[in-house]
Nanobody, 124 residues
Framework: QVQLVESGGGLVQAGGSLRLACAAS????????MGWFRQAPGKEREFVAA????????SYADSVKGRFTVSRDNAKNTVYLQMNSLKPDDTGVYFC?????????????????WGQGTQVTVSS
């Protein structure tokens, strides 16, 4: 079992930056692929970025490619999402998720464990 806690959300102006963190605790968290998803008000949850358990595969949604960077520090059991050049469309609740020995899939049903989410609001 893995527990996930997100942090780092907040209110930022368009063009600004935020760094989200997802702290994992529990069994062998370094063996989990980690994904970031977001959900805007009135919209379905969507894929943002993912990193495989061995860092061999990293993927991004087209809407964030070139602006967001996902990374992981297995020694700290933490995954990060660096978000630059933020836009109002990036507003939403950001969730991290874990998939045991996963390759970092884009579909949310692949992930067994989820955090509670952190709010990101980008003002224009």
């Amino acid at each position: 079992q893995v527990q996930l806690v997100e942090s780092g959300g907040g209110l930022v102006q368009a063009g600004g930056s935020l760094r989200l963190a997802c702290a994992a605790s529990g069994r062998a968290s370094s063996t989990y692929a980690m994904g970031w998803f977001r959900q805007a008000p009135g919209k379905e949850r969507e894929f943002v970025a993912a990193i495989s358990w061995d860092r061999g595969r990293i993927s991004y949604a087209d809407s964030v490619k070139g602006r967001f960077t996902v990374s992981r520090d297995n020694a700290k059991n933490t995954v990060y999402l660096q978000m630059n050049s933020l836009k109002p469309d990036d507003t939403g609740v950001y969730f991290c998720a874990a998939d045991y020995l996963g390759r970092g899939e884009r579909t949310d049903y692949e992930y067994e464990h989820w955090g509670q989410g952190t709010q990101v609001t980008v003002s224009s």
